[in-house]
């Protein structure tokens, strides 16, 4: 199970504001629809068909983010993921490989960690908060939507139930935040994020070490990420191993 979590963490994570889960009733296939019409909007993830069955569904998988209004899909395949040469044949039916080809599902196994002076990281307080963590995600990660007050305002009413959203300060000031998922079979991180300014200074690294505090306090039986190739290095430096490779396929309708 810790495996499945570290491949397909979309289909196990609880769906905050504006996230909805579409689950193949046949189960060969799960999408992950985030707010937007691009095709990082879109995440299909937990791929299971036959030989024969590809070409169709893909063409089902296109007419469904067609209905939803959005311009393509991210693909995550995981090594689960069937039949085998998947890859090659989705390539081959016209999606391209993403600009991060390669990620890794990792599993954290010394989660108690230690921080750098004058850096410091915990949960938001307030919506402020969660709103300039928001704000700190979309510089990093060159988003330019703007942050959706009235959607943050329902997350942060259930912060800390489904999931956990929490900011590191560098004496004194917020300049990274991340996330956290709380499910049954353990916690998911993502979204760690640094202001450009402030990068190389231990608030990454404070931040892993937050929630994998949280994680242990809540009993979590695994704690997970997805790494690509930069954050791969960093990960594995605090603790982290890899226990499955992801290809990441990008399809632009």
């Keep these: 199970m810790i495996r499945e979590l570290a491949e397909n963490p979309n289909v196990h994570q609880p769906l905050g504001p504006g996230h909805v889960l579409y689950r193949d009733p046949d189960g060969r296939f799960a999408i992950m629809l985030s707010a937007g019409t691009s095709p990082r909007s879109a995440t299909v993830q937990r791929v299971r068909l036959g030989v024969r069955d590809v070409e169709a569904v893909l063409a089902e998988i296109r007419d469904l983010l067609r209905s939803e209004g959005r311009r393509g899909a991210e693909w995550e395949l995981g090594e689960s993921c069937t039949p085998t040469g998947l890859v090659d ?6 999606l391209r490989r993403d600009d991060d080809p390669v990620a890794h599902g990792m599993v954290l196994h010394a ?143």
């Design 89 to 94: 044949r989705l390539l081959a039916l016209g």
């Design 111 to 253: 989660p108690a960690l230690a921080l750098t002076a004058g850096v410091s990281a915990r949960p938001v307080r307030s919506l402020v908060e969660l709103l300039e963590a928001r704000r700190i995600q979309r510089v990093a990660f060159h988003d330019s939507r703007p942050v959706d007050s009235d959607a943050e305002a329902r997350e942060f009413e259930r912060e800390g139930v489904d999931g956990s959203t929490f900011v590191a300060l560098v004496d004194g000031q917020l300049v990274a935040a991340a996330d956290a998922a709380h499910t049954p079979h353990g916690t998911i991180l993502f979204g760690g994020a640094t202001l450009p300014s402030h990068r190389g200074r231990g608030a990454y690294r404070a931040l892993v070490a937050a929630r994998a505090a949280e994680a242990v306090a809540r009993g979590a039986p695994a704690i997970v990420t997805h790494a690509g190739r930069m954050s791969r290095p960093i990960l594995e430096r605090l603790g982290f191993e890899p226990v499955a490779r992801i290809d990441r396929l990008l399809d632009e309708l």
